[in-house]
């Protein structure tokens, strides 16, 4: 009789085992634990001089203090530095004692959640703001705070789900809104064409490939933000793939399934309607599933049906996970497997939790001051909208996946993993390839992201910003900047002291990539036919 008893994503004893091993870890080193000690006093000793004579200190780059009462009043001032220096302090000790480990990374993770939890901004009394406002109000702020509170408590959902206006944007009127059709659909994905703007078009068409943790309408958020709208302006014609949200009778879904009848799949739709070998373009996890279904085309001796690709914010390379090392662990995927064995899928809701928890200042704390200290309502945004669309994985795929390329890093051996009968062999692929890093990357981290560029033999680009701001950047925004260079030296920070600085957005540079790669040719405007249902279509509409 199958057990009834909840399941958890995560084994929440490994993380207090982690725990315990970091607060032995320098008790063992006296020595070490000694210099520490000193060095910490000797810090707090030049804060306290510093904050007796009033001696002003530089403000920090960290947007919870960006109040100028946090610089220009003492008190707050004295705060805000005192908190920072612990922080610091707190981390220096742990990463000292925990090391660069699984285990280090799950003590690093459970401290940044305490430092970030216990921040002078998260509290009424100490944020200057939250007391501004109190006095403004008469207290009304806090007391609608509470209420807010309590109905997000009572939507069964936690804490903490207005980071943006749920009610601003509609998918197929204001987001996911270019218009064309969905031209193919099978039990794993619809292909959607865009209906051209210009009379004449590149050759190649362009075919995206999304993660599946969230739906693929990043790429199409509103008009003026639309990487999807200006491709078709520049004379593209634009082929996207739209995952099904998965529910328990996917649960057999795996890797090999979303390669072979997703990418593959697609690349062949996309051929038959277009007359020519697509480029891909892909996004995260999009762009690891590209990556192999590439070599799994060179595999087969179908390298001709790809004319390019270009994978942005992608891992093929998982040896360095950052932070989040702390839950490619056995212990935790084991709790996952067993998660998953009695769900049959990670729900959206999960996967949001646990980005959240890595980013808990911006997506976290920053919305308990806003909308329950400062009754602020949530600022509209399409890219929070988005994100917050989150979508299920199945069962198959995300034990093979976390096991097979994040735990055991099989990318990266020649043959080290199968789809069907044929190896995986990155080294195999012939296919152009450009690989496109974003420099402020919390999920891909840019020099990882750079070590797979070397193991594809890819050209490299790096883009400012986050892992998902980063993409969305129009041109006519001239927002952040972008750094190129034709050399690859094996350390990525030699790339970055050698690379060249373009101001703007790395749209147009990658569009001219794109005609470098082409056959430079134009062909007549190409029309979605046979068309089944509009875009945005069903699949992105699935709850």
């Known amino acids: 009789m199958a057990s009834s008893r909840p399941t958890l994503p995560f084994d929440p004893f490994a993380l207090a085992q982690a725990a315990g091993e970091a607060a032995v870890g320098l008790a063992a080193r006296p020595a070490e634990l000694l210099t520490v000690q000193m060095e910490a006093a000797r810090q707090w000793s030049d804060f306290w001089t510093g904050a007796v004579t009033g001696k002003a200190t530089d403000k920090p780059r960290d947007r919870r203090f960006s109040a100028p009462e946090w610089q220009d009043d003492p008190y707050y001032r004295a705060m805000r530095d005192a908190y920072l220096l612990a922080s610091k302090q707190l981390r220096e000790t742990v990463g000292k004692a925990a090391g660069d480990t699984p285990q280090g990374a799950m003590a690093r993770f459970l401290l940044d959640q305490y430092l970030n939890a216990i921040a ?63 031209v193919y659909e099978n039990e794993l994905f619809q292909l959607i064409q865009y209906d051209p703007t210009t009379d004449k078009v590149a050759a190649e068409p362009l075919l995206y490939v999304p993660p599946l943790v969230n739906r693929y309408y990043m790429i199409d958020l509103v008009p003026r933000q639309s990487l999807v709208k200006w491709l078709v302006d520049e004379g593209r014609t634009v ?81 360095d996970m950052r932070d989040w090392a702390a839950f490619v662990h056995e212990s935790h995927l084991t709790a996952l497997e067993d998660h998953l064995e009695a769900q049959g899928f990670v729900d959206s809701l999960e996967l949001q939790r646990l980005f959240a928890a890595m980013r808990a200042n911006d997506l976290i704390w920053s919305s308990v001051v806003n909308h329950y200290l400062l009754d602020r309502p949530a600022p509209p945004s399409d890219l929070l909208y988005w994100f917050e669309d989150g979508a299920r994985i199945p069962a198959a795929f995300l034990k093979s996946y976390n096991r097979e390329l994040l735990l055991e890093n099989r990318l990266t051996d020649a043959a080290g993993f199968k789809v069907g009968d044929a190896a995986i062999d990155l080294a195999d692929i012939t296919t152009p390839m450009l690989v496109i890093a974003l420099k402020d990357d919390h999920v891909s981290a840019w020099d990882a992201v750079y070590r797979g560029a070397r193991h594809l033999k890819a050209e490299f680009v790096l883009g400012g910003s986050g892992h998902n701001a980063g993409v969305i950047n129009p041109p006519a925004n001239n927002k952040h900047s972008f750094w190129t260079n034709s050399k690859q030296p094996a350390d990525a920070k030699q790339w970055l002291e050698t690379a060249t600085r373009h101001e703007g957005s790395w749209w147009p540079w990658w569009t001219k990539w794109l005609d470098d790669k082409g056959n430079g040719k134009q062909v007549a405007a190409r029309q979605p036919k046979k068309p089944i249902e509009p875009a945005p279509g069903r699949y992105v509409m699935m709850p």
Not at 269 to 288: H, I, M, N, W
């Open 120 to 182: 002078p901004t998260n509290f009424a009394t100490t944020n200057p703001e939250v007391v501004k406002r109190t006095k403004e109000t008469g207290g009304a702020n806090l007391v609608q705070g509470f209420l807010n509170l309590l109905e997000d408590v009572g939507s069964g959902k936690g804490i903490v789900q207005r980071r943006t206006d749920p009610d601003a944007f509609k998918k197929g009127d204001t987001v996911a809104a270019t218009r064309g059709a969905v």
């Open 239 to 319: 082929f996207v793939i739209s995952w099904i949200n998965p529910g328990p009778e996917h649960k057999d879904k795996g890797v090999e399934d979303y390669v072979l009848s997703g990418i593959v799949e697609a690349v062949g739709q996309v051929r038959k309607r277009a007359g020519a070998a697509p480029d891909l373009f892909s996004f995260c996890l999009g762009g690891t599933l590209a990556a192999i279904a590439l070599a799994w085309l060179a595999a087969k001796g179908r390298a001709n049906e790809v004319n390019s690709a270009t994978l942005i914010g992608s891992l093929v390379d998982f040896s």
